[in-house]
């Protein structure tokens, strides 16, 4: 699993505090902290180490610019230095597992790295407020391992959730099991036709990770343009029907992940076929 990060991804995060009430921890690497909650363990990461952390970035203004619990993504990856002192990547070193931390970063140097001017809101010589909640440290094997044993358990996972939740569910070739909830009629739509859907993305937990919200969504058979469990389950329905589906992760976003989705996590959709066109 390939991880890329830095400030540039991030500051593209919901008001938990002023931190003003609080007060600044300077470390001698000229890391600046505000400690609002300490976690149990108190494990620190290390150099190769994967973190798993939610995050909100604000202004001194207290404006909002990032918030991973809203987006529902959370960061994971793999603790490294910063390019220069007072960076948000070195504070990450002194942030236990179970912190709850706000980070002063000081806008002028991050921006001079970005180089770029300093953006609408954000004034000369002020700090952004970082604010993290350290949700796990773990050694890169253990965090594989992890990853391996999630991908081994998946196939009893998703058996057990169809057996619980998708009575007399149909299974294709490729491992996608299904429920018609409305048969539609007609044909099933083939390569270069263009299917008109309506969906929603869930977890097998029911929470929800994305939907059409009632919107017609466009979808050209044949271009991978979708994953390709989507390619194989509409290829399952006929104009007006309604299925639900749970596709594997092989078939969905698989040891990478994706926004909010995990590595090796099933899927479940419920999909509206509501027409079929010609290119």
Not at 117 to 129: H, N, V
Request: glycine share 10%; net charge neutral; aromatic share 8%.
């Amino acid at each position: 699993m390939k991880f890329t990060f830095s400030v540039l991804t991030i500051l593209t995060v919901l008001g938990l505090v002023s931190c003003d009430k609080f007060k600044v921890t300077t470390t001698e690497n000229g890391d600046r902290l505000l400690i609002h909650e300490k976690g149990k363990s108190g494990k620190l990461g290390k150099d190769g180490d994967i973190i798993s952390f939610d995050l909100v970035i604000k202004t001194a203004a207290d404006s909002t610019i990032k918030d991973s619990y809203k987006e529902g993504q959370s960061f994971t990856v793999p603790i490294q230095k910063g390019a220069f002192k007072g960076s948000f990547e070195n504070a990450l070193y002194h942030i236990g597992e179970g912190d709850s931390t706000t980070v002063l970063v000081n806008a002028d140097s991050l921006f001079k790295l970005m180089n770029q001017p300093l953006a609408p809101g954000i004034t000369k010589g002020s700090d952004l407020k970082f604010i993290v909640k350290m949700h796990k440290v773990q050694t890169r094997a253990d965090f594989e391992k992890e990853l391996a044993d999630k991908k081994a358990n998946e196939p009893k996972i998703i058996e057990e959730f169809v057996a619980k939740s998708m009575k007399n569910a149909q299974k294709t070739t490729e491992g996608i099991y299904y429920v018609e909830n409305n048969v539609g009629t007609g044909a099933t739509p083939v390569n270069g036709e263009v299917v008109v859907v309506e969906y929603v993305g869930k977890f097998m937990d029911g929470k929800i990770f994305d939907q059409s919200n009632g919107q017609p969504f466009e979808v050209p058979l044949g271009e991978s343009r979708v994953i390709p469990g989507w390619e194989v389950a509409l290829k399952t329905m006929k104009k007006g029907g309604k299925s639900t589906f749970i596709i594997p992760s092989p078939l969905a976003y698989g040891e990478q992940g994706g926004g909010p989705i995990a590595p090796n996590t099933p899927l479940v959709f419920d999909i509206t076929l509501n027409d079929i066109k010609k290119k």
